[in-house]
Nanobody
Framework: QVQVIESGGGLAKAGDSLSLSCVAS????????WGWFRQTPEKEREFVGT????????????IYAEFVKGRFNISRDNAKNTVYLQMNNLEPGDTAIYYC???????????????WGQGTQVTVSS
């Protein structure tokens, strides 16, 4: 049974940092691309960033949405079946439920992600 579990959300003030984690089980972690998405009641689920598969000795590729470039960073630890989203310089507009997902394609399109977590709430006040 595949499980994807996000954690690390919470309350923050503008300018603060938060680090989200996503632990997966029931999947071969290294085979997947791992993406982060977010959703608010007013918007559809939107792409935040994604990290590609590791090749030996080579850092995996990443893609970020324009609105988080330079502020957010995604990393993965294959030994721990975990992907991270480090969020710096948070803004009130970053308030959303953040979801982690496993996909077979290195893409920003959520349609290509197969396994999703339940999400973790991030709330940023001004």
């Amino acid at each position: 049974q595949v499980q994807v579990i996000e954690s690390g959300g919470g309350l923050a003030k503008a300018g603060d940092s938060l680090s989200l984690s996503c632990v997966a089980s029931g999947v071969t972690f290294t085979r997947y691309v791992w993406g982060w998405f977010r959703q608010t009641p007013e918007k559809e689920r939107e792409f935040v960033g994604t990290i590609g598969r590791n090749n030996p000795g080579i850092e995996p590729n990443t893609i970020y949405a324009e609105f988080v470039k330079g502020r957010f960073n995604i990393s993965r630890d294959n030994a721990k079946n975990t992907v991270y989203l480090q969020m710096n310089n948070l803004e009130p507009g970053d308030t959303a439920i953040y979801y982690c997902a496993a996909g077979g394609r290195f893409t920003t399109s959520k349609e290509y992600y197969d396994y999703w977590g339940q999400g973790t709430q991030v709330t940023v006040s001004s």
